[in-house]
């Protein structure tokens, strides 16, 4: 079905006309007509093209309590996302073929957005030794970001390997920085809260030791690096000296990094256990400057859903994690568009275009993303009302998981349409199945 869409601000803009059709923008212009199709009023919206998420637990295969491959897709569609990388860490792991094959099609299938999946870097995410990284690459899925998520690749002749091994496929290893020996038995960051609270700590340097190893390794051989969840400001420190280097670093942060302090644990709340952990409003300030600046690249939402049985528990026990696909936009339009940091190219380079690029998305095909609103273009793209706000609601997701950390917390912006190669997968702000 074709869409007209009138009256849209491409990426804040004047208004103007989008004729969607067969798929692709086919005009963008002034009192655009076309008979038979589906006229979108967006006055006051602003388009944007559709958002890539590179951190993405769908649960499927293993725990479709959880979540399933279908409901994180609907869920993904109604925060705005045309893509979203699927990481490995399911039961089985996604480190073969078969398994990323297996992700791929069930993506196919829900059809709400395109599901990327992510392989392992090491069998069993064990981190003994490498998966088959070239099948994973060479298979249907054509793989190209591999990670250990959940776990970091922490032998540094494993890491280095890995590296190397991807760069003949023009791969990625997205690492979890975790240097897991000063981390044993973390519940939180480490410092003065920590220690009042009486939970172990998660010291900053247990992240920014990894990716201070990780981007000399990058440089050594050459090889794409991808830092995972960016948490804190000595991180941010590294990867702008990295980038000064001319390193081939790119590095995300969630949703919830920016927005969330280590003060949430006052609470003892598990909905806010999270790895890593929340830090403190200094390690904020400085990851929503090292976004503006481009220092990190991208917004990604490592949404993380859980069962009510690992989440609703003592903050000892509870399962690290929290939702975040279907609140992203608005997260990042409250700490980075409201406070002047970022405009609405901001927002679409952060979420779109860089995301695109790092995961190889960014093509002239039909399955790529992050491509400007322009026509010949693949039609994907979002509609945004930037001036709605409301509280959220965990009962009113469609993620099958309840573990929002937003819940009862009011944000701006409200997603009214997501298009997937032209197809709307939510429309008035409901998905469209
Ligand atoms: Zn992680």
Not at 24 to 39: F, N, P, Q
Not at 50 to 77: C, I, K, N
Not at 161 to 177: I, M, N, P, S, T
Request: aromatic letters at 4%; a negative charge.
């Amino acid at each position: 079905m074709n869409h007209l869409i009138k009256g849209a601000r491409v990426l804040g803009g004047d208004p103007a006309d989008l004729l969607l059709k067969d798929g692709r923008i086919a005009a963008v212009g002034e009192r655009l007509s076309a008979t038979g199709a589906t006229v979108v009023d967006a006055d006051g919206l602003v388009a944007l093209p559709g958002l890539v998420d590179l951190h993405t637990h769908l649960r499927e295969p293993g725990r479709e309590d959880a979540e399933t491959v279908e409901t994180g897709s609907r869920a993904a569609a109604l925060g705005g996302f045309t893509a979203v990388h699927a990481m490995a860490n399911t039961d089985p792991v996604a480190d073969t073929a078969g398994v990323v094959e297996q992700v791929w099609r069930l993506g196919r299938q829900a059809g709400l957005v395109d599901v990327v999946p992510v392989g392992a870097v090491t069998v069993g995410l064990r981190g003994e030794r490498l998966a088959e990284l070239g099948a994973m690459a060479d298979s249907a899925a054509r793989v190209r970001v591999f990670s250990d998520d959940g776990h970091c690749v922490a032998d540094p002749a494993l890491m280095r390997r890995a590296l190397e091994y991807v760069k003949a496929f023009d791969g990625v290893v997205a690492q979890h920085a975790e240097e897991p020996r000063l981390t044993a038995g973390a519940q939180m960051n480490e410092g003065d809260l920590s220690a009042r609270l009486g939970l172990t700590g998660w010291p900053a340097a247990a992240e920014e030791a990894v990716i201070a190893r990780d981007v000399l390794l990058a440089e050594h051989v050459g090889a794409r690096l991808h830092v995972c969840h960016v948490s804190t400001a000595g991180s941010v420190e590294i990867l702008r000296w990295a980038k000064s280097r001319g390193v081939q670093v790119t590095a995300e942060v969630t949703p919830h990094h920016l927005l969330l302090t280590e003060s949430c644990a006052e609470s003892y709340d598990p909905v806010f256990k999270v790895n890593p952990p929340l830090r403190t409003d200094a390690d904020v300030q400085a990851l929503r400057a090292g976004l503006a600046d481009g220092t990190i690249d991208a917004v990604a939402t490592d949404h993380a859903p859980h069962a009510v049985e690992d989440k609703e528990s003592e903050w000892a026990q509870a399962r690290p994690g929290m939702l975040g696909l279907e609140q992203a936009l608005s997260v990042v339009v409250e700490t980075l568009v409201e406070p002047g940091l970022l405009d609405w190219a901001g927002v679409a380079d952060r979420m779109a275009v860089r995301p695109a690029a790092i995961g190889r998305l960014d093509g002239r095909g039909p399955q790529s993303h992050g491509r400007p609103l322009t026509p010949g273009e693949p039609a994907n793209l979002l509609l945004l009302d930037p001036a709605a706000r409301a509280v959220v609601d965990p009962a009113a997701l469609a993620s099958r998981s309840r573990n929002s950390p937003y819940a009862g917390r009011e944000l701006p912006g409200r997603v009214v349409a997501t298009f997937l190669r032209g197809e709307a997968t939510v429309l008035d702000g409901k998905a469209v199945r």
